[in-house]
């Protein structure tokens, strides 16, 4: 019986670390996957000597032109929690931002939790 105990204690702490580390590598992700973006509308800037506007959003990214021969992006981006990433120009300290909801879907969320927003201000931070 104090086998079965044991086992079941440390099966809860496996389980335990097993999540937070879920949690953070798909912050990590989100967080890469953002940079990514931002190359792209970097490199939309290029191109067309502006960012998208809300209208044109991401999707912009994902077409091509006269003088984009190649899509910036292959398909709209979505989070790790299978969500598109949203996107508003101009952001919060720049031009433009994109950002995640993080796992709730909705706006805030306690900081370094799953539900926390993750965004391109982030990544100014290092």
């Not at 709209?76 to 120009?89: G, M, Q, S, T």
């Not at 994109?98 to 927003?117: I, K, N, Q």
């Amino acid at each position: 019986m104090v086998v079965i105990v044991i086992i079941g204690l440390l099966a809860g702490l496996v389980g335990i670390n097993v999540r937070g580390q879920l949690i953070r590598a798909k912050r990590e992700a989100a967080r890469a996957e953002i940079a990514t973006i931002q190359e792209a509308l970097e490199a939309y800037y290029t191109v067309f000597d502006r960012y998208p506007d809300n209208e044109e959003g991401l999707a912009a990214l994902t077409t091509t032109s006269e003088r984009l021969v190649e899509p910036l992006l292959d398909g709209e981006p979505v989070d790790p929690w299978k969500r598109p990433y949203l996107y508003n120009a101009p952001g919060r300290s720049g031009p433009y931002e994109v950002f995640s909801l993080g796992a709730d879907g909705r706006e805030g969320g306690e900081p370094g939790t799953a539900d926390a927003d993750i965004g391109s201000w982030d990544l100014k931070d290092g």
